[in-house]
């Protein structure tokens, strides 16, 4: 019994380290494409895309995007311009994904998704959900929504899973003609062109509002469902809630 025993143990030894061995060639890679992206006006922009994929995930799945990047040369000035996305350490992966980059004269605009719940409480919940950057100054800073000329409307660039979906079609680059097909066919109206107006509420409340605490998040409702202000204070104490985190202002608003 014990001769088996061992032999067992080696089987389940050599089947883990294989799994591990497949699992991160797999989803260990950093992979890099090209997009061919249309311009509002009809011009196209080459753009150089990378993604590197780690950290947590279920068993059978990808991880996530830890961070990716692109790059891009301006056409009138020949400028180079690029922006990357790190993964955030209180979510563990890369919060943000472009969808469209446009340009206006010489001033590139980057539109960008959330990605995942986690992300969009941690980016205030847009609503429409997107986080929009302006290169100004050789840096990219953030706009609100009214500040998007009007005349960028539709996303051009790949929205899911760019680095696979990139792969599977089997160009390098990517065609504006692929990347609309690709992006044809997601449900969501906030990708098949760039809403001005606000998103159903019920559309929005799919991600549950998530409060940042000193060890990661915890409920709205949590707070929500306390009866009074100061009951609701004294929750985000006893939850470490961060400072200027603790909704209880807004949630209690007749204690103004």
């Known amino acids: 019994m014990k001769i088996w025993h061992k032999m067992i143990l080696v089987v389940v030894s050599v ?3 294989l799994i591990v061995a497949v699992a ?12 061919e992206v249309l311009l509002h006006d009809g011009r196209k922009v080459l753009v150089e895309r990378t993604a590197d994929r780690g950290g947590r995930h279920e068993i059978g799945q990808r991880p996530p995007i830890k961070k990716q990047s692109l790059s891009f040369t301006l056409p009138s ?5 690029s922006w990357k996305v790190e993964g955030a350490k209180d979510i563990g992966y890369a919060d943000l994904s472009p969808i469209m980059l446009d340009i206006i004269g010489h ?5 960008n998704r959330t990605v995942g719940c986690l992300a969009y409480n941690k980016w ?8 929009i950057f302006r290169y100004t100054n050789k840096t990219w800073q953030q706009i609100e929504l009214e500040d998007l000329p009007l005349a960028l ?10 680095d696979l979906e990139a792969q599977r079609s089997g160009m390098n680059p990517v065609s504006a003609e692929k990347i609309h097909e690709l992006n044809k066919s997601l449900t969501q109206p906030e990708f098949q062109s760039v809403l001005r107006e606000p ?3 019920e559309r929005i409340d799919w991600c549950v ?6 060890g990661g998040w915890t409920s709205i409702y949590i707070f929500k469902s306390q009866p009074t202000y100061e009951r609701c204070i004294n929750a985000c104490n006893f939850k470490e809630v961060l400072p200027g985190h603790c909704p209880c202002d807004r949630l209690f608003s007749k204690h103004k």
């Open 153 to 162: 409307k539709v996303p051009n660039m790949i929205i899911s899973s760019p």
């Open 77 to 81: 000035s020949k400028q180079s311009v």
């Open 124 to 131: 205030g919940r847009p609503n429409p959900p997107y986080m």
């Open 15 to 17: 089947i883990t380290f």
């Open 107 to 111: 001033t590139p605009f980057l539109v």
């Open 24 to 35: 991160s060639q797999s989803f260990g890679n950093s992979v890099s494409w090209r997009e």
């Open 209 to 214: 509002e998530k409060i940042r605490t000193k």
């Open 199 to 201: 998103l159903p509420q």
